[in-house]
């Protein structure tokens, strides 16, 4: 969840799914509702499970570990590119003041998929290509991998991968994260 300033609705918050709204009304609805706003809609998910969490908690704790200074590096934190507003699972971005949500270019997005496979693979892939994310990670704790993408004209490129239980090295610009896969999945 992020912070978002307002009184809590209930009509939002019960049902998963998509609802049209203007970025006013979205923003008013406070930081109890778990949501982004993509394309015009409020897009509600369910709270991620505990293993969702506990990979995004291993993911950011190995990065933030190898970031240089003025890096930051959180989980579920609010970025806003244009008029949609995406909360990755882990987002890595050079240091600021904003207290809300990220406005700038951050460094790397990552996802760990769960219920909303088709938001991550494709929406949000099309979505942050469009903006000019550079770095894109996606974990698979279903599949057991992690895809490393740099956007090269336009388009993401796979630049690494994991899978099952191997370990190895991936990077986002000047940064390289050893990972141990199944220790970041817990297998």
């Not at 778990?34 to 995004?56: F, K, M, W």
């Not at 699972?89 to 240091?95: K, N, Q, S």
């Not at 630049?159 to 050893?178: M, P």
């Amino acid at each position: 969840m992020h912070p978002r300033g307002g009184p809590m609705t209930h009509a939002t918050q019960a049902v998963p799914g998509e609802r049209p709204m203007s970025w006013d009304e979205y923003d008013s609805l406070g930081p109890d509702i778990r949501g982004e706003y993509i394309d015009g809609n409020l897009v509600v998910s369910p709270s991620p499970a505990r293993t969702h969490q506990r990979i995004c908690r291993r993911l950011a704790n190995l990065i933030e570990a190898v970031v240089p200074d003025g890096i930051e590096v959180d989980e579920g934190w609010a970025w806003k590119p244009g008029r949609d507003e995406f909360v990755p699972d882990v987002l890595v971005y050079p240091h600021t003041d904003e207290t809300v949500r990220f406005t700038g270019m951050p460094l790397l997005a990552v996802e760990v998929l769960s219920t909303n496979r088709g938001d991550d693979l494709v929406r949000k892939t099309t979505k942050y290509a469009e903006v000019g994310l550079r770095h894109y990670w996606i974990v698979d704790p279903r599949d057991h991998l992690l895809d490393a993408y740099e956007l090269q004209g336009g388009v993401y490129h796979r630049t690494g991968r994991l899978l099952d239980d191997e370990s190895g090295e991936l990077s986002f610009g000047a940064v390289t994260v050893k990972i141990d896969l199944g220790d970041l999945l817990g297998s």
